[in-house]
């Protein structure tokens, strides 16, 4: 018996297509979820280890192709949101560095993480006033009374300050994501804001049902447990913690290194996008140049790295990678 | 080590706020400049006690207070509060198309009612305190006590 041609050609209207989008989106969602909940471990060594590097290096890419050649009235806050970057990424290297080779007291511990917690917040609302100032205008009146709680709220707790970063950037790429399907005005928009939806409800899944394994974990295990949250949060598994944090970072991953590179080569008509900086002048373009080839050997070293010495090599990327983690918040604050 | 918990300044800070914009709201509203529109005044009224507050309440008290007493955090937070509150004004509020003269004249003004409804919101607040409303004894125990 064949299907009424009404039936055939519905399978072809956008309604259908729409359809299909968000079963693919949630999909995708739910998958990530269960490959993260059954082998929380496994899945972030693989995925550190595969994903890492290359994901830095696409959202250096993207990075210079959302700046634009001139910045003329934006030159005050490239200049402080760049600068910020740089002076905080040295800040918390130097501070890591000295809490691991010296002997610092609880106390001094904690007052530094916060002193450096509280110049992250007060960089971001910085930020934000001058984001207000830029076209299209904005009216956010809440953005110091909310900076000066986040202070009380870093001084109060600084290590789950730590904590809540560690789970908070992966999310700053969904966020980016969104940004980019209203910008690009894609079809996938809708799918993918249902798609959203399922995150919180995976991650609550994850929480309360990740299965504990038996037995103590060895250095590794405790090292991917303790980044996850491990010891601050209470009265969650050590599993289930590392398996929620598996979860977003995966997502994060398919966000700079599938979803949003795919986009924006779908924009620029198969092409890679190419920098308005480029466009500046014979200087920049070289520039660019170097910086995608010297960002391939680094992409390169990471991967030899990890392969020599996994369980040295991991910490030393997520110290070095607060730069990417800190980089995303100008340019995602330009495209609010 | 001195001075309140983390806990008990959090429970706090909610009743200290609406406590510190009773008192500033009114001096705010009759004191600041004619140029401010009604808008202005009720945003400075909740506003700028908003931003300035958490940080009198919660930052200072772990860090001043503890490290070198009541006196000292007094002293440090209720610098603070007015000189934050002034500058944070004059970058949102002020207004570049009046003279030179009369935003001068005008930001003297509202920088002197600034200063004048945080010294009253800090009066008033000891004297509700000595006479045991509002529970703050209860909170912070003798010997100590909160600026507002």
Not at chain 1, 146 to 162: D, E, I, Q, Y
Not at chain 1, 285 to 293: F, M, P, V
Not at chain 2, 81 to 104: H, K, M
Request: glycine share 8%; hydrophobic share 55%; charged share 10%.
């Amino acid at each position: 018996m064949s299907l009424p041609a009404s039936w055939r050609s519905g399978f072809q209207t956008p309604r259908s297509f729409a359809l299909g989008r968000t079963c693919g989106a949630v999909g995708i969602v739910l998958a990530v979820a269960l490959l993260a909940g059954l082998l929380p471990i496994t899945v972030s060594i693989v995925a550190v280890f595969l994903f890492a590097g290359p994901h830095n290096w696409l959202e250096a890419q993207y990075f210079l192709t959302r700046m634009p050649a001139r910045w003329g009235r934006l030159t005050g806050y490239f200049t402080i949101g760049l600068g910020g970057v740089v002076a905080l990424s040295a800040a918390f290297l130097a501070l890591s560095l000295s809490w691991s080779w010296q002997n610092w007291s609880e106390s001094g511990f904690l007052t530094s993480l916060a002193l450096w917690q509280t110049a992250l917040i007060l960089w971001i609302a910085m930020l934000l006033e001058l984001r207000t100032r830029q076209n299209p205008r904005r009216d956010w009146p809440g953005i110091w009374p909310v900076a000066a709680l986040c202070v009380a709220g870093v001084w109060t707790a600084p290590v789950a300050w730590s904590t809540a970063l560690v789970f908070i950037h992966p999310s700053l790429g969904l966020w980016y994501l969104d940004r980019e399907l209203v910008r690009l005005k894609s079809p996938w928009k809708n799918a993918y804001r249902t798609a959203l939806l399922a995150v919180p409800v995976c991650l609550a899944l994850l929480l309360t049902g990740t299965p504990s394994t038996l037995g103590s974990p060895d250095v590794l295990t405790q090292q991917i447990q303790e980044h996850a949250g491990v010891g601050v949060i209470p009265g969650i598994a050590p599993e289930a913690l590392v398996a929620a944090h598996v979860f977003l970072e995966l997502l994060h991953y398919l966000v700079w290194i599938v979803a949003i590179p795919g986009l924006t080569i779908q924009q620029h008509a198969g092409h890679w996008p190419v920098a308005p900086l480029a466009r500046r002048s014979q200087f920049w373009r070289r520039a660019i140049l170097w910086t995608g080839i010297v960002g391939g050997v680094l992409v390169a070293g990471l991967w030899i790295g990890f392969s020599v010495d996994y369980a040295t090599m991991r910490p030393w990327y997520f110290l070095l990678a607060i730069g990417h983690v800190l980089a995303e918040v100008p340019f995602l604050l330009r495209q609010l | 080590m001195d001075g309140p918990t983390a806990d008990e300044m959090w429970a706090f800070l909610p009743i200290g706020y609406l406590q510190t914009i009773l008192i500033e709201f009114p001096i705010l509203w009759f004191g600041l400049s004619s140029r401010h529109s009604r808008g202005t005044r009720v945003a400075a009224g909740l506003w700028l006690t908003a931003c300035t507050y958490p940080v009198v309440i919660l930052v200072l008290p772990l860090t001043v207070w503890q490290w070198y007493g009541y006196e000292a955090y007094l002293l440090v937070a209720e610098t603070f509060a007015p000189v934050a509150e002034v500058l944070l004004f004059r970058l949102l509020f002020s207004n570049p198309t009046s003279s030179a003269e009369d935003s001068q004249r005008d930001g003297l003004r509202d920088a002197a009612v600034i200063v004048a409804a945080n010294l009253a919101s800090f009066l008033l607040g000891l004297g509700l305190q000595e006479l045991g409303i509002f529970c703050l004894d209860d909170l912070i125990g003798p010997g100590g006590g909160i600026a507002l």
